[in-house]
């Protein structure tokens, strides 16, 4: 079964940065796009970042200029370097396949709070 650990995440004031990490198991992400979502209480999970296989990027406009998504193939691991951040920001982020499909189980994710 696929295995998806979301890590990274914690505590920080406005304007500070968090980087997270998503390692895999049983899963090769070379081969997907990958991307990384968040999710606040009473919201429906949301895509903020997306990276391909050949590493083109696209963001939600609401992280445009503030997330970097990357990739690591040789560890399996997909990051989110997250600069300038907004209590806006606060919520769970997770990463999976895009496009997620049903079967494409969550990891536990990992929780970023901004404090203003």
């Known amino acids: 079964q696929v295995q998806l650990d979301e890590s990274g995440g914690g505590l920080v004031q406005a304007g500070g940065s968090l980087r997270l990490s998503c390692a895999g198991s049983?899963?090769?992400?070379?081969?997907?796009?990958m991307g990384w979502y968040r999710q606040t209480p009473g919201k429906q999970r949301e895509l903020v970042a997306t990276?391909?296989?050949?590493?083109?990027?696209n963001y939600a406009d609401s992280v445009k200029g503030r997330f970097t998504i990357a990739r690591d193939n040789a560890k399996n691991t997909v990051y989110l370097e997250m600069n300038s951040l907004k209590p806006e920001d606060t919520a769970v982020y997770y990463c999976?396949?895009?496009?997620?499909?049903?079967?494409?189980?969550w990891g536990q994710g990992t929780l970023v709070t901004v404090s203003s």
């Open positions: 049983r899963i090769i992400f070379s081969i997907y796009t």
């Open positions: 999976n396949k895009v496009p997620q499909r049903s079967w494409d189980a």
């Open positions: 990276i391909t296989t050949g590493g083109s990027t």
